[in-house]
């Protein structure tokens, strides 16, 4: 198991707590330091079965700065600006040893990735 964490993002250290509440062994990744590349980025979108403008924060400045509201689904460019400016992916994601992801942004959500 692994998660996709920003230990500044209050929804990330709950997400955190509740694997480490349950007993959960997981590697932690500070996605903001170890960015993945683009054809990680893809897979796990897949595993999400997402779209990366459905996993993008679009009120993060660099969003308004790139004019994203505006931008057609296109998803090699959405991937790329993700890639790129890594503060744009939601978090905490949750990648399973079962091979499933989930954007565990809720309660629900953490214990969706760990049933």
């Not at 997400?15 to 980025?41: F, I, W």
């Not at 994601?93 to 989930?102: E, H, P, Y």
Request: proline share 8%; net charge negative.
């Amino acid at each position: 198991m692994e998660i996709w964490h920003n230990p500044r993002c209050s929804k990330s250290r709950a997400a955190k707590q509740a694997l480490d509440g349950a007993g959960r062994e997981y590697t932690e990744r500070s996605y903001l330091d170890q960015p993945p590349p683009a054809v990680e980025l893809d897979a796990v979108l897949d595993r999400l079965g997402k779209q990366p403008w459905e996993i993008t924060r679009m009120n993060e400045p660099v969003a308004r700065e790139l004019g994203m509201a505006t931008w057609e689904h296109d998803r090699e460019r959405w991937i790329a600006a993700l890639v790129a400016h890594p503060v744009l992916i939601q978090r905490p994601i949750v990648l399973t040893d079962d091979g499933r992801a989930v954007l565990a942004r809720t309660p629900e959500e953490v214990e969706e990735a760990l049933g």
